[in-house]
């Protein structure tokens, strides 16, 4: 009686292992996409939050810059972090200035100058009603390289 194994037993097994280890790196290679995924919405559902709370956090300036007769306003940011958000928040609507447009349609979105990796869509909705208006602050963020896989939306409303 010989000890070991067969050629066929030895291929068959190698099979077998071959295609668990298939199956194990495509699981690996799944979870892996999803963790990054996660991770893209997870940041773009902060910057949202955080463009909200900056919003709600504002003087009524921000307010005046929505013109009753121009409802809805629609602002267009592309930004890397909150602080270059914050430089454009100062720059432009505390001091008053405009960078609106009235398409809300995705293919009139303006195209990013330069590098950065996060845009935002931000609609100011406004209705008047009794003397009190109230503001429909809608925030849509996504990561550039991802698209809209990688989107958040947030929403609050106002009364001023």
Known sequence: MKKGFTLVELIASLAIF????VAISMAFFASTTTRQMNDVKQST????QAIIETFRGSTETVYKTVDSTESPT????????????NDWYKAYIVIG????TKEGNPTTYPLPIGNQLFGAL?????????????YNISVRV???DKG????SVRDIYESR
């Open 18 to 21: 071959a295609m668990a280890m």
């Open 45 to 48: 559902a902060g910057y949202a």
């Open 74 to 85: 629609f602002i267009f940011v592309y930004f890397n972090n909150m602080v270059d958000f």
């Open 97 to 100: 200035a405009k960078i609106t």
């Open 122 to 134: 931000i609609k100011i909705n406004k209705k008047s009603a009794y003397g009190v208006n109230t």
């Open 142 to 144: 996504w990561r550039i």
């Open 148 to 151: 809209a896989r990688g989107e």
